[in-house]
């Protein structure tokens, strides 16, 4: 929703159109939500289980827009376009890239039942306290850290990600995305500890 509407209009045009509260943007959401609520009922008719969705919210240090700006503007839509698959007893899962601690719960209320944050914008402390038991969290581990890290340094990581955000009734899973500059023996050491702590959580 987010990241189509400042496709249409051009990101500065899109930020300038949200600062100034452009009463044209009303049409234009109306439009771009018009098109998603099409696509996620040919979804539901085919009897899907989840339905994914990507919209990166944040950036690496905050928010684009405010929290106040969003509940006006976004939040709405997507608690529409979630609330459908919610009827149909459809899971709703959210990727988002970089830092969207203050609207975490506003996503929630919408209807999303997994997220997919980035640990390094969000930090592991933020996520316990803004998701942890409202949400399950798929967790981006922290890609930044594979290419440089030592084998020791990503099983810490790892370890201390399920320490902070693990429960014994479940709602965490980990999600390691690899680059090309990913040394071989840190995938080995991802793949190693993600097999050893797969199981129920431990303490």
């Known amino acids: ?56 919210l944040g950036t690496q240090k905050g928010l684009p827009i405010s929290p106040r700006h969003f509940r006006k503007y976004l ?55 803004k998701a942890k038991g409202k949400v399950c969290i798929n967790l981006d581990l922290d890609r930044q850290l594979f290419p440089f890290a030592t084998p020791s340094q990503i099983r810490d990581h790892i370890r201390e990600a399920i320490d902070v955000l693990g429960d014994d009734k479940g709602g965490l899973m980990l999600h390691a995305e690899c680059e090309p500059d990913v040394p071989l023996e840190n995938i080995s050491a991802i793949c190693d500890a993600l097999e050893e702590w797969c199981g129920p959580w431990m303490s």
Request: glycine share 8%; with cysteine.
């Open 75 to 129: 939040k709405p839509c997507y608690a529409e376009m979630f609330g459908l698959c919610q009827d149909e007893g459809v899971l709703v899962y959210l990727h988002s890239d970089g830092h969207i601690l203050e609207i975490v719960e506003d996503l929630v209320e919408a209807g999303v039942t997994i997220i997919n944050p980035q640990v390094r914008p969000n930090t592991l402390k933020g996520l316990a306290e």
């Open 1 to 56: 929703m987010y990241m189509r509407l400042y496709y249409l209009r051009g990101f500065e045009n899109f930020m300038l159109d949200i600062a100034q509260e452009d009463p044209r943007l009303d049409k234009l959401i109306d439009m771009v939500l018009d098109y998603n609520i099409r696509r996620i009922r040919k979804w539901l008719e085919l009897g899907v289980e989840m339905m994914g969705f990507g919209d990166d």
